[in-house]
Structures are given as C-alpha cells and as structure tokens.
C-alpha cells in the first residue's frame, strides 16, 4: 500500500472518530438542554404563577388588588399548560377565580381554590422530578458512548504514533545507508523493500541505478573496444550485404559487401548527411525506406541485380529494467538475381514445352476419336476400356499444359485480357454446362439462382468462365455423391459477386489462406491436379481489378467466390 494512501487512511479514520465524538457530544448537551429549558419555561413557571396565586388568595379579603393579581397569574397559567393533567386543574382554578370575583368572602370557595393551587404544583414538581431524572439518564448515556468514541480516538491515535514514523523511517534510513555505502564505491549494495509503496518503488529504482553503476565499474574500455572490432570482422566476414540501423533510421554499421553493392566508400558514409546520402544512392533509399518491397532490384556490375531484404529487430533488456526496448534494426540482403533468372528460365521452358505438348496430345485425341469411328471396326471392351482411358489421360494432359501456359503467363505478366462489357449471365451458363457430365457421374444436382436484372461488367469471358468453370470442377470434386452445389450471381454494393457454394468437408481454418497459393494442396486431399489453378484463378481476376476469396467451415463445405466492380455506365 502506498505511504499516501495510509496516511490518508490513519489520519482520515482519527478525524472522522473526532467527528463523531464532537457530534455526540453536541446531540446530547443539546437534548440536556432542551430539557432544561423545558424545566425552567414550563412547569418552573407554573410553580411561580401558583405560588403568586396562592400567596394573592390570603390577601383577597383585603381588597381588590388581590384579586387583580389572581387574575394576572391565572392568565399566564393558562397560557403555560404542558403537563399531562395540568389543563383540568387550569380550567377548575379559572372557574372558582369567576366564583371568588363574585363572592370574595366565600371561605369554602377559597379553601377549594388552594387546593387546586397545590394540586397545580404537584403536578409541575413531579414534572421537574421526571425531567431531572430523565436529564441525569442522557448525561450517563453520554459518559459512555463519549468515554468509548474517545478511547477508539486515543487508540487510532496511539497506532498511528508508534507505526507511521517507523513506515516512513525505516526505508528511509535504509536507503541513507545504501546511498553511504554507494559512495564509497559498493556498488553491490542493495535495497530490499517489499510492499508496493513508494519507498519500493524508490528501492527498485535505486537497485537499478547500483546495477548500472556496478556494470559500469566492472567494464573495461579496452576490453569494449575489443569486443566492437570482433563484432565488425564477423559482420565484414559475411558475404551478404549487412547494414544496422538506429532508431532514427542512420547507419550504425555497415558491412564491406554492402559498401561495394553500393558503389561507395566508407568514409562517404561517414561524412555525408543521412538525408541527402538516401537519395542519391538507390540501395541505401531501397534499404532504409520501411514501406519499400521485400523484394526489389537495383542496377550493378552492368546489369540488374535482384535482392531480398530481411529486417531483423534488434531488442534489448537494458541493465535492471523488465521489458525489451528496441534500439534499431538489422538488414541483411541476400542476391537472388541468380534464382530469378533460374526462375525465369523456368517459365520459358514451361511456356515453351507446354505448348509444345498441346500438338501431339490433340494428335492424341483426334486418334482416339478416329478409332471410336464405326469405319474402324468394332471395339472389343478390353479395346473400349484402354480407349476411354487414352481419352482421359489426353484430357487431364491438355488440362495441366493449359494451367501451365497460363501459370507462364501470370509469371511473366504477360497475361492478355480481352475485356469487354458483357453479360455475366453466360458465363454461369458456360461454367455449368462444360462441368455437366462430370456432376451427372456422381449424381450431384447444380443449383443456379441469379438475381433479377443483374447488371454487364467488363470482363474477359474467356477467363472469367475458365475461373468459374475452375471452382465447379472443384467442388464437384469434393463432393460426396447424391449431394448438391449451388452456384449465385448477385449484386452487392458496386460489385457483381459470382460463388460456388459446396457441401463437402470443407478448408481448415489454418489452410484458407493458402489455398490460392501456387502448387499449394491441402494435406490428406486427393491429389488431381497440380495445385495451380486457384492461383492462376487469383491472377486472372486480380487483372481485372477484382476480389478473390473463400468462406468455409470445417465439416460444413466451403463457398468460393469473386467479385468484379460494376461499370459507372451500366448502372445509367
């Protein structure tokens, strides 16, 4: 706890026990009061206005101003009636007053009269007894419960003074003492305060400061500076280009290999400006610029050079602190030109020998189409079954040198797209019916709903319908037998959405994003294809400024679908 907060607890808890011994005090003097009050301006002057009656009564015989003065009293008697009783006596004594105005001379009327006076201070003298009696209760009640609230104020208070100074003293003259210890050079001297008050904060902060100091005297500059040269041979030592930078983005280190793929010299990036140093030197603006590519080229030893960035953080854990702080990065570049003019070579050769492959595989189809002709003879079954599976082979062959030449293209960039504006309806027409026979064998019905008066979008049908007709084929495929697709064009926003919707086993959620990468299959599928065509579908419809994409759920089934913007000129 902290040391304000107990004081604010100690001393507030003694001025609230103050407050409520002075409010208790103050309620119990105030009824006292009261009653006091009540004594001395009710039945105190009863018993004066009747004792003036009484003493009157014996003079009435002597004339007039007795009886003035009888009258006097009993109008202020009247008026000062609280007692239980006391308004009966009041109103007899005011009756045999009229009778005695009349007949002053009346014994028996007079007798009567001062009993009923004595009868009237009886009742006001047993009320002053009560009164006294109930007065002497609260002042004991108050003793008490006064003698109580402030024996909890002495206690509070006798707490607060032994404790409070040795919570505040005791860190204190333990921090005096490690700070003596300090100054004479112990830099191993510690302060252990537990608790979350601000001395442990003071303590932590002071064990930090000791654990620097006492790093700082065990270190050596010559043994730093040995260190720094070792750091600088093993990063020259790498043929990768190596460059460290701060927290401001400057150069901190920068390996030989890096310097000559740069073209400059050691010295230039000592005395030049940063600013002005990043853009005159393509590399170093590649490398120092946070939203540059991973990839990129720059141009060297006559031709283009290709590079991979890799951006290591560099963190630390500074000297008696918990938590890492990064101070820089660290960028290696690693020359990938030699793998992308592989990777190129790669894709002319399965450019070149796909289309190259299509010539006999047609060759092969027009000569299982021309045996399956009746001026050929009648096939036997054994004949029938190795045709039909030469026609499936070719068919798969043709498939995959397609995918491949298509895949060519993506890599190159050479993707042509005849777009046009067209009617999107055709090629949901054209996508169901070349996937036809293929559902029919497994007996799966192919739902289409397309919404009313969808609007043209400008397109490639071509490749668009091949994108459709990909996903049917795919579906169809992880189907189970007597099951169903559906298939749906709608409007959405500014965009067309064409989907595919399954009900087999659906993606795992850690394989949905990588469906569209090339070659990539999920594991445990069965494997058809060559795993190209959800990301030669990906390029064809990113081309045409489109979103490609998949909803699924394991054991539900998975819907695939992509969206092209409307044109401005359809909606008109």
Known sequence: MKIKTKLYIGIGLLFLMILILGAVSTLYVNSMKKDTENVLSANYNSVEYARNMLRASDKLAFGPQALAELQQNMKRQEANVTEGGERDITDRLAKRLRDLSSSPQD????QEFRTDLIELMTVNMNAIVAKSDHAKEIASNAFILISVVGALCFLIGFVLFVNLPNHIADPIRKLTASIKEIAQQNYSQRVHIE?????????????SMAERLQEYANSKLDQILEEKKRIETLINSMHDPVIGLDQQRR??????????VAGMQRIDIAEKASASLYNKNELLKQVTNPNADANFKIYGDQK???YEREVIPMDIIPTGEQTKQQIGELIVLKNITTFKELDVAKTNFIATVSHE???P???IQLSAELLKHPRMGELNPDQQHILQGIEEDSVRLLKITSELLNMSQVETGNI??????????P?????????RMQAEQKHIQVQVAVQENVPQVFVDEEKTAWVMTNFLSNAIRYSTEHSEIKVSLKKENDMLVFAVQDFGKGIDASYKDRVFDRYFQIPGSMRTGTGLGLSISKDFINNQNGIIGVDSELGLGSTFFFKLPIPKVSEA
């Open 107 to 110: 014994n028996q009327l007079a």
């Open 251 to 260: 150069i901190v280190f920068i390996n030989d290999e890096a310097l000559q």
């Open 195 to 207: 608790g979350q008050s601000e001395f442990a904060e003071l303590a932590s902060s002071f064990n």
């Open 304 to 306: 283009e050079q290709y």
């Open 427 to 435: 090629i949901i027409e054209y996508a169901v019916k070349s996937t």
């Open 357 to 359: 492959l299509k010539t």
């Open 416 to 425: 042509k797209l005849f777009a046009k504006l067209s009617d999107p309806l």
């Open 361 to 363: 595989i047609a060759s």
